[in-house]
DNA sequence: AATTCGGTTGTTTGAAATGAACAATAAAGG
DNA sequence: CCTTTATTGTTCATTTCAAACAACCGAATT
């Protein structure tokens, strides 16, 4: 089995969001239809995909109904970057930690990733935390409060009284906006309370940031650069950012 | 075109999870089976299934991964009783009133139903929050605590405490298990003790519960029949259970 | 090096599913 | 009652499919 073809197929199919057999005829010219057919049959056994007639349909896209759509489309914006982001950070976990979740598409990434292992996992997004209960034999604690529409994240008084209770070995905090001065923003809030707290309770600190944040502003500041232990992004951050994080001992991945 | 069809194949589709035309053919005898495969193709059209070689899914379903089969499961058995209870139940609401929604499949079922208004929607389960957050316009608060891989709840201190503070219009209680003598009862304390502090909370009672749940014994008790106000069930409970509901003032729908 | 074995890939082939095109039927409107 | 339009049924050529077997590859064993 080759399995460099299958995973292959695999992303060109959730990245589009379907093929046809002669797409993928013509994508891999070096190997009979057959096989190709073998490839999406094991694809869908594995729940990756759906075989249609002359075809196949990624489950991901189908998933999301119609009316998910607006976070949909910032689910799908980046997603390369958001991919790589959490790649590198389901690195820094191990099992039988207490980690925290953020809400948002990158930390949905990650909870996505994470091997079914038994983790103490605490989490703002009811979507991250139904991704973690169902895939893996974790410990899954939600905040309570009210749910944002735009992030899914549930805050609130409560949320940070509920997370200024437990004690999380690493935590990973999204990022909406970073720019030098400010430092890491966001547009809400009860969001930016929320992390505050995460960051004060957690014994190291990863921020997960794509390069498209940097530079932007937004109200509320939650946090400095020196407040973090590493900052996980896509490798594409200017020389600023990265000599001002050496000054100030934060590992960027 | 025949509307009624329509609707029927896809209802049977959303609740059987998938078909095949050999099944539809068995089902209606009256048509074609290219009148089917037409209407297959309508319903795709729709979003509502996907087509598939020799028939068709339901996109529900296919966003329920593998490992949310054993929740699956609890979803689907006794699924019309579950229908008709959240149809009768759905209409006790009116708009920009304040509800609470239990964890569990029938409650879902009844989020699912919900008519895009505003209301002041509370719930214990991240799967009926998201749902309600997708398909209304309401504002949505979920309680915080630990994740029961059973029935998706949340549950624990914090859940309580968080339900104690707030007033809810009608509650709509999911009910594992009656008896005449014991009342309504679960197997969980946690989720019984948010049970009962939601009763206390909440100006009308409404329990949810299929005739399958009556005559069964569970160890936690959280509200006796005197305890609520309607009993919304499927028209199968034994005439006991309904003297003794006119006994208690209790509705029974 | 030759042999064997497990697994993957290619080819042939008959069966099944599909939709186009047209015919029949039902429904609606004058 | 006739005309028009929409839905449904039937036939049929085309496409897709997987079973079965053959060929191939690579690794382990002799």
Redesign the pocket.
């Given at each position: 089995?080759?399995k460099k073809?299958r995973t292959d197929i695999n992303s060109y199919i959730q990245s589009k969001g379907e093929v046809?057999?002669?797409e993928l005829e013509n994508l891999f010219p070096?190997?009979?239809?057959?096989?190709?057919?073998?490839?999406?049959?094991y694809l869908e056994s594995q729940n990756k995909i759906i075989?249609?007639?002359?075809?196949a349909k990624s489950i991901e896209f189908l998933s999301i109904g119609a009316q998910e759509e607006r976070y949909l489309k910032k689910t799908l914006t980046h997603i390369d970057e958001k991919n790589i982001i959490a790649a590198k950070a389901v690195k820094l976990i191990s099992p039988e930690r207490s980690i925290f979740l953020d809400a948002g598409s990158t930390s949905m990434c990650l909870a996505k990733m994470l091997p079914d292992e038994r983790y103490y996992v605490f989490t703002s997004a009811p979507n991250v935390a139904m991704e973690v209960v169902y895939s893996t034999s974790s410990t899954v604690n939600l905040t309570g409060g009210e749910i944002n529409r735009d992030n899914l994240a549930v805050s609130g008084a409560g949320a940070v009284e509920f997370m200024e209770n437990v004690n999380v070995d690493i935590a990973f905090i999204g990022v909406p906006a970073f720019d030098l001065h400010n430092g890491f923003s966001c547009g809400n809030i009860n969001d930016s309370q929320l992390k505050k707290a995460i960051i004060k309770r957690a014994a190291k600190v990863v921020v997960l940031m794509d390069s498209y944040k940097n530079g932007i502003n937004l109200p509320y500041t939650f946090a400095r650069l020196s407040d973090v232990d590493i900052v996980i992004s896509d490798g594409k951050l200017p020389k600023e950012f990265l000599d001002e994080a050496k000054k100030n001992n934060v590992k960027v991945l």
């Open positions: 089995m080759n073809r046809t057999m002669n070096q190997v009979s239809s057959m096989t190709l057919r073998r490839d999406l049959n075989r249609t007639r002359g075809g």
